[in-house]
């Protein structure tokens, strides 16, 4: 099946930055997700944007659509160590059902 | 209270062997899913159920066999278990397909 693609593969910042992490992806979606996994736990979704909308936030998140590029970004604002995590970005492609996800983008925030 | 809750969280066997691996959530969602996640953290979808019913069947060997009581629960039977299934498994939910998913906290699998 198609695969979205994480961009980059990882990420080192200072706490207080900004994170910004892209995704792109294959399939004519439906909708976009982001999720978070810290070490040893579940995924936890973060945001989900759908296919006619190009922006949205949801606290310190920030995620952008651009179909006619099939990518996708997520930025995160004046990151914290908590922050630390691997993010994934997920693809619903509507028609099958399915969702896709990337391969993750670990994030690490120093203190 | 636990949202998705799965069990066990570690479970350590030998080739050959049948084992379980159990969810329940408590979210009154009408959808759940397995996943197995490998040690490069690839996340596949192995199976999903909506209402008790199958809709989602990966290409997945047949010695995995969900098994859904009712809507609240969904378990995973392994048979003749291969050193290739060791990965972590992850049960999750969701209310509308494929949308915005509620992940338990995952069962690493190790077959020794």
């Known amino acids: 099946s198609q695969q979205g693609e994480e961009d980059p593969q990882a990420l080192s910042i200072q706490e207080g930055e900004n994170a910004t992490m892209n995704c792109s992806y294959k399939?004519?979606?439906?909708?976009l997700q982001w999720y978070r996994q810290n070490s040893g736990r579940g995924l936890v979704h973060l945001i989900l944007i759908r296919s006619n909308e190009r922006e949205k936030h949801s606290g310190r998140l920030r995620v952008t659509l651009d179909t006619s590029k099939k990518s996708s970004s997520l930025l995160i604002t004046a990151s914290r160590a908590a922050d630390t995590a691997s993010y994934f970005c997920a693809e619903g492609d509507g028609a099958n059902s399915k969702l896709t996800f990337g391969k993750g983008i670990t994030l690490s925030v120093r203190p | 209270d636990t949202a998705v809750s799965q069990t066990p969280k570690y479970l350590v066997t030998q080739m050959g062997n049948d084992k379980s691996i159990k969810c329940e959530q408590n979210?009154?969602?009408?959808?759940m899913y397995w996943y197995k996640q490998d040690s490069k953290k690839f996340l596949k979808i192995m199976f999903s159920y909506n209402n008790k019913e199958l809709i989602i069947n990966e290409t997945v060997p047949n010695r995995f066999s969900p098994k859904s009581p009712d809507k609240a629960h969904l378990n995973l039977h392994i048979n003749s278990l291969e050193l290739g299934d060791s990965a972590v498994y992850f049960c999750a939910s969701s209310q509308i397909l494929q949308e915005r998913l509620f992940f338990g906290s995952g069962t690493q699998l190790s077959v020794l």
């Open positions: 399939t004519s979606i439906n909708n």
């Open positions: 979210l009154g969602h009408d959808t």
